[in-house]
Structures are given as C-alpha cells and as structure tokens.
C-alpha cells in the first residue's frame, strides 16, 4: 500500500525558504502513471494546490506562486521536495504531499500533512 | 486563477440526503471531466470520495455520488449518517494543467 510522509522544518523566518520532502513507500516517484503534487492549507482555511511534477521531470505551479515555488524530484531516493522562496506568515499552514493517477482528477493517496510556521 | 465556488455550510438531519455544487467556469469544470471530491475531517488529511465527476473509490460508500451539468459540478449524499459531518472540498482541472480547489464546505449533520 502506497504511503507518503511529509518532512522538514516546523518553524521557518521570514524572507527565508521553505523546503520540505515528500518519502513515497510503496510505489515509485519512477512511474509514468502518477503525478506527485503538493497541496496547503492554511490553519482555518481550504485548500490550494501548489503544483505537480511527472516522473520526466515536468512541473506545473499554482499561477499565484509560481515565482517562488520548485518541486523537484529524487527518484534515487523515492523522494519528491518542494521549495517556497521569499516566504512570508501567509505562507503558514499545513503541507501535504499526494498522488495523482495520469489523465484523471483521481488524488487517492496523502501524506498526513505537516505544519510549517513563518516566524521570526 | 480563482477558487471554484462552493457554499460555506449546508446541513441535514440523519436518512436525509443533501446536495453540494461547485461552480467554476468553462475553463476548469465546464471544460473537463476531470472533477474530484474530498471529504476532511477536524485534524485530518483530505479523503477521495469522487473523481472524475461520477466515479468512485474501491471502498467509498455509495451513498456518495457526483455529477456535473454546465459549470457547476454536485456531490449528493444520501442517507446522512453522523459521520458524514465533515468539509467537503471540490477539485478540478484548469487551464495551463493546473488545478484548482473550491473553498469548501462544512457539513453539519443535525
């Protein structure tokens, strides 16, 4: 069964970069069937897609984020990662990693989300 | 890129059934067959209960269903049990292959 678990920094300063990494068990960030995406949800708020990144290499981001953001992808490891540059306290909330099947809205696997905080 | 339209809340006494839309555009939902719906509970992770538009999960209840007409997409719930009380957000394919939530909508079982 595929499981993905989020990590990094719980506690990021302003103006810094956030990075967190996605460990995928259970299935390979190799496969050309899925899309591996990152999703955020403000304390109190809905969701929003960040952006997604195909096992060739290819991204696609949120417009609204676009400029500060990289997903990138570690296929030695089985990890996928995302950077959020210049961030600022809107940038709190909690950070889920996910799975997405090809040529479907089919999102069947999350990680169980963590928390990053913009603080000085 | 704005968030597709949901209500804030809607509610339903237990055996009822309740409808949620989601209204976006001819970009996102009205242009694609490519609308997902998740379930969250207080403290946890999102939950597929519906993908492209109608179909849904090995080990969903079929109390959940989806459809779509124009630009506004539904999830129905019948039956309404206890633990159905949770947000629902909807989900769905935008231009440039990005995608784009709803606001979401909290549930309220009387």
């Known amino acids: 069964q595929l499981q993905l678990q989020e990590s990094g920094p719980g506690l990021v300063k302003p103006s810094e970069t956030l990075s967190l990494t996605c460990t995928v068990s259970?299935?390979?960030?190799?496969?050309?069937?899925?899309?591996w995406v990152w999703i955020r949800q403000p304390p109190g708020k809905g969701l929003e897609w960040i952006g997604n990144?195909?096992?060739?290499?290819?991204?696609y981001y949120n417009p609204s984020l676009k400029s500060r953001v990289t997903i990138s992808l570690d296929t030695s490891k089985n990890q996928f990662s995302l950077k959020l540059s210049s961030v600022t306290a809107a940038d709190t909330a909690v950070y889920y990693c996910?799975?997405?099947?090809?040529?479907?809205?089919?999102?069947?696997?999350w990680g169980q989300g963590t928390l990053v905080t913009v603080s000085s | 890129q704005s968030a597709l339209t949901q209500p804030a809340s809607v509610s339903g006494s237990p055996g009822q059934s309740i409808t949620i839309s989601c209204t976006g555009t001819?970009?996102?939902?009205?242009?694609?067959?490519?609308v997902s719906w998740f379930q969250q509970h207080p403290g946890k992770a999102p939950e597929l209960m519906i993908y492209?538009?109608?179909n849904r999960p090995s080990g969903v209840s079929n109390r959940f269903s989806g459809s779509k007409s124009g630009n506004t997409a539904s999830l129905t719930i019948s039956g309404l049990l206890a633990e159905d009380e949770a947000d629902y957000y909807c989900?769905?394919?935008?231009?440039?292959?990005?995608?784009?939530f709803g606001g979401g909508t909290k549930l309220t079982v009387l």
């Open positions: 492209d538009v109608s």
């Open positions: 996910a799975r997405r099947r090809g040529g479907s809205s089919d999102l069947d696997s």
């Open positions: 990144i195909y096992y060739s290499g290819s991204t």
């Open positions: 989900n769905s394919y935008a231009p440039s292959s990005t995608w784009v």
């Open positions: 259970g299935g390979s960030v190799s496969s050309n069937s899925y899309y």
């Open positions: 001819s970009s996102d939902v009205g242009g694609y067959n490519y």
